[in-house]
């Protein structure tokens, strides 16, 4: 028997109906902070992401020659892609631009529980608004459509201000891979690197900055930096609004754009791939050809919030199954399109067999069934069984719609 290729999943329609629920509660949330819909394309020129998303992301890429012998890549990530369009089509729109995208991505990653070499993210980017309100706003989003969801998390939020002026000595890449082991909290990893680099003295200050949770601690830490104003405010509007988070200035990110705030959500039940969102504030515009736009946005891991969410039961929508004779097939298929047209979900037997097998059929998937011969094929009526009670009466259409609608959720 053919598989599906391995870190891929396929979804059944029960669980295609409590994904698109959540997508569009996410969407909907995202509309009503003015924006809009973007899509891009599932494969971009390899070097869209290798310009600047990171050594991780380069290893998980999937990439491939196509006919024309073009580098191509399947999306690892969004951002990226939506900074090429905005370089391509957006430059001219007035900014700030709001947008916001549902997009699956690829990484060729080694699969465990909610980590997928197919995943779906939901995401936003804010592009030409270089404040703190712009900033605050990204996680205030985030909060506002992951809260509209019902998972239950909590927020991590940074700056890469204090990392960077403590490493500011160090060579660009070796920042990177000092950011790195940070990034995965790997302590004892970070203390091997700094000593090959005979830069133990970081150490303890690092690892400081990583456990400290305010202000005074970080900046006792890094000392008077530049952006402790930016960072400040940042801070405040989030306080002024109530948000609940964690201030965290170990948040290192996996991708190389970052430029300064940076904020990490985690949920509860996921294990080890218990972060749902990463984001921050970047500058990418300026390496497709464009203007050195600051930005900002997050994605959310759209599978790991459903297995965080769990099999929470989805409403049930009232369903009729429409059987008859084969003389009344033509009146069958009038009265399903009615149901229909009222909003109630009416599927129609296929297959040529017998009224009571047909009944039968119907029974397991239905709550109600909607019986067609002859009589109401020349009445115009409806004979509808009600699986429930047991009951069983001829209706007109109009009558049998109430009697369907008045049972429960269509
Ligand atoms: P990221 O942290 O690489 O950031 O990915 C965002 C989220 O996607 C992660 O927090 C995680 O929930 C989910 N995710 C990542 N890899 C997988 C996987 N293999 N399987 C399932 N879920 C996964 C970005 O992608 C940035 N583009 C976010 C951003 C937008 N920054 C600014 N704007």
């Not at 509860?268 to 736009?293: S, T």
């Not at 047909?358 to 109600?368: E, G, N, P, T, V």
């Not at 004979?383 to 269509?410: N, P, W």
Request: charged share 25%; net charge negative.
């Amino acid at each position: 028997m053919l598989q599906k290729p391995r870190g891929t999943r396929d979804f059944l329609p029960d669980e295609m109906e409590g994904r698109r629920l959540i997508e569009s509660l996410m969407r909907d949330t995202a509309g009503r902070w003015g924006y809009g819909e973007v899509c891009t394309p599932t494969f971009e020129h390899l070097e869209l992401f290798t310009m600047k998303s990171g050594e991780g992301i380069i290893e998980e890429i999937y990439d491939f020659e196509d006919k024309g012998g073009r580098r191509l890549a399947l999306r690892p990530e969004v951002t990226a892609a939506v900074l090429r369009m905005y370089v391509n089509e957006g430059r001219m729109l007035p900014k700030p631009l709001r947008w916001c995208y549902f997009s699956d991505c690829y990484r060729y990653e080694r699969p465990q529980k909610g980590r997928y070499r197919q995943f779906w993210q939901f995401g936003v980017e804010l592009i030409g608004a270089d404040s703190a309100a712009a900033e605050a706003e990204v996680i205030l989003l985030a909060d506002d459509i992951l809260r509209a969801t019902g998972v239950v998390y909590h927020i991590h939020v940074g700056h890469l201000g204090p990392m960077k002026f403590m490493l500011r000595d160090l060579p660009a890449e070796t920042q990177r891979v000092v950011m790195a082991f940070l990034d995965k909290r790997d302590v004892n990893g970070l203390g091997n690197c700094l000593r090959e680099l005979d830069r133990e003295d970081l150490y303890d200050s690092l690892t400081a900055l990583v456990e400290a949770r305010s202000f005074d601690e970080v900046f006792e830490i890094c000392g008077e930096i530049p952006e402790r104003e930016r960072i400040e405010e940042i801070i405040s509007i989030l306080d002024g609004q109530g948000l609940a988070y964690t201030l965290n200035f170990g948040i290192a990110r996996g991708l190389d754009y970052y430029t300064g705030m940076v904020f990490e959500i985690f949920a509860e039940n996921l294990g080890a791939e218990n972060q749902i969102l990463g984001g921050g504030a970047y500058r990418l515009a300026h390496l497709f050809g464009g203007d050195d736009v600051a930005s900002c946005g997050f994605a959310i891991g759209f599978d790991r919030v459903m297995v965080s969410l769990g099999a929470a039961p989805l409403a049930e929508r009232t369903r009729v199954g429409v059987v008859y004779t084969p003389d009344a097939r033509d009146h069958a298929l009038r009265v399903a399109a009615a149901f229909r047209e009222a909003g109630v979900n009416a599927v129609v037997n296929l297959v040529d067999r017998g009224i009571g097998a047909q009944m039968k059929h119907a029974a397991r998937s239905s709550d109600f069934v909607a019986v067609l011969g002859t009589r109401e094929s020349g009445a115009g009526t409806v004979t509808l069984k009600d699986l429930a009670s047991g009951e069983q009466r001829e209706y007109s259409m109009e009558d049998a719609i109430a009697e369907v609608k008045a049972f429960g959720t269509c």
